[in-house]
C-alpha cells in the first residue's frame, strides 16, 4: 500500500473509530469477531495493517502477544466493569483496544 493510500485509510478509519462499551461488544465476542489490541500498538495502524493484509506484521504481533484474542479471564473483567474501550470495525472484525491504564489519549 503505497504512503498516500494508507494516509487515506489511516484518516478515514480515525473517522469511524470509537468508544464502545464492552457489554455492547458481547455478540462479537461471542462470534469469536473481536481482536484486542495491545497498549503498545496504535489502534489505527493495526487497523491500517489488517486492511492491507500485512500477514507478515500480524503473524508478529500475534507470536509477541500484542494482537490476539480476547481471553475469557480478560473478557469477565471488561465484563465486570463494563469497560470503555477503543473501537474500530474491519469487517468482519472489530479491534478493540482498552486505554485505561495507557497514557495514550
Known amino acids: 500500500m503505497s504512503s498516500r493510500n494508507n494516509d487515506e485509510t489511516k484518516a478515514r478509519l480515525n473517522l469511524e473509530t470509537s468508544r464502545i462499551r464492552w457489554h455492547e461488544l458481547q455478540t462479537y465476542y461471542a462470534r469469536g469477531q473481536v481482536v484486542r489490541v495491545g497498549a503498545g500498538l496504535d489502534l489505527l495502524?493495526?487497523?491500517?495493517?489488517?486492511?492491507?493484509?500485512?500477514r507478515t506484521l500480524f503473524e508478529q504481533w500475534l507470536a509477541a502477544g500484542d494482537v490476539g484474542d480476547v481471553s475469557p479471564d480478560l473478557a469477565r473483567v471488561w465484563y465486570d466493569r463494563n469497560a470503555e474501550l477503543w473501537a474500530v470495525v474491519i469487517a468482519p472484525w472489530v479491534l478493540?483496544?482498552?486505554?485505561?491504564d495507557a497514557s495514550v489519549h
Do not use: H, I, P, T
Open 45 to 54: 495502524d493495526v487497523a491500517c495493517e489488517l486492511v492491507a493484509d500485512n
Open 96 to 100: 478493540v483496544q482498552d486505554r485505561s
